[in-house]
C-alpha cells in the first residue's frame, strides 16, 4: 500500500535521521581507531549500531504497512501488519537504547575517571535505564498470551493484559531516560570545572557533551502521544507519533555520542589550532613527543611522569646552537612543560610554560 496519512511524516522524519546517523557514526570510528583511543564506549556503540540498523528498516517499512494510517482505511490483513511492525519497533527500541545509554555513561567515565564519585554515580543511572527497559522489553514480549495475538487477533483463545498496565511501564520507563538523559548534559559542567584547559575550549567541550539534552527532548515529546494512546481507539494511527519520536530519541543518542568526539576532526577541518598553541595539543603516548620539537633542532630530552589524578607531565627541553658575526657563537635553550589530563579519552587537553635562557660566547 501507498503512504496515507501520517505514515510520510514517519517515513521521512526516519529517513532523515537514520541518514544523519549513518554519516556521523562511521566518522567516530574513524576518529578513534585514528587517535588508537578505542574503548568500552565505542564497543558500546558499535554493537548497538546493529540493532539501530534493524530499528531504522523496520521503521521504514512500517508507514508502507499501516504505521500511522486511520485504521478505517485499513484491511484486517494490513491491521495485522501494523501492529507486528509496531511491536517490532518497540522490541528493537528497548534493546538499542540500552547500549546507547551505556555507551554514553562509559564515554562520561573516561572523563571523570580520577573523580569517583562521578563515575558511580554514572554507571548507577545506566544500571537504572538497563533494569527499566529490560521490564519493559520483558514485558512488552509476553503481555498477550501466545505473544502473536498481540498483532494477530485471529488466534484462537488469545488474550492480552489491560493497556493501563502496559501505558504505566512506558511512563516509567520514559521518565527514567529522560531523568537519566539530563544527568548525562549537565555532568560534564562540574567535570570541566576542575580541568586545566582555557574557557573557549572549556565552553566547546560542554556543548558537544550536553548535546544529548536534545535526547530527552525527543523522550519528553514522546511522553505526550503515550499518554494520549489510552484515549484513542484508531491504535495505528496514535503509534505513528510514537515511532517518529522514539526513534528521534535513539538516533539522537547516536548522533550527539558519535560528534561528541568528532572534536579532532573540526580541528582539522576549521583549523581552530594553528602554529605551536599548546593548548589545544593532543598527546596519545609518549612518543607523540617526537614531532613536538622536530623544528627545534639540536638535542631533546623528554621526560614523561604520571602523577596522581590521571595527569599526565610532559617536559620537552631543547637548544640550538648558532654561530653569528666576529666568530661568536650563541646558545639558545628552551623548556616546554605539558600538563595532560586523562590522555586515553577522547578529549586531550594541556597547558604549556616556556622558558628561554641565551647564552653568548666568543672564540
Known sequence: ????????????????????????????VYIRLSKNAWGYDDWCMSVGFIPFLALSIVCLIGPFYGVGVHQDGLSDAEQTKGRLFFFLFEILFCIDIILIKLGIAFMLARIADPMRKYVWALFGMAGLVAVMNLVALFYII???SPPAYFWDYSL???????????????????AV??????????????????????TNTKISVAFLLGLGVFASLSACIRLKYTVNLNNSDDFLYSVGDIVIWGYAENATGIIVASISTLRPLFHRLFKLSTGRDTSNFELKTPNDLARIGSTQGAEQQHGWAKPK???HTVTVKSGQLRKGSAGAYSLSESEEELVVQDVQSGIQVSRSVTQHRDFATRT
Do not use: E
Not at 501507498?2 to 562511521?26: E, S, T
Not at 492480552?160 to 516509567?172: F, M, Q, R
Not at 544527568?183 to 580541568?195: D, M, Q
Open 1 to 28: 500500500m501507498g503512504l496515507q496519512d501520517n505514515a510520510p511524516n514517519v517515513f521521512a522524519a526516519v529517513l532523515i535521521l537514520a541518514l544523519a546517523a549513518c554519516f556521523v557514526f562511521p566518522l567516530r
Open 156 to 174: 484462537p483463545g488469545g488474550h492480552c493484559n489491560p493497556s493501563i498496565i502496559l501505558a504505566d511501564i512506558y511512563y516509567a520507563d520514559t
Open 142 to 144: 509476553f503481555q498477550c
Open 309 to 311: 589524578h590521571g595527569k
Open 177 to 198: 531516560n529522560i531523568m537519566v538523559d539530563w544527568f548525562c548534559a549537565f555532568l560534564p559542567i562540574p567535570l570541566l570545572w576542575s580541568i586545566q584547559m582555557n
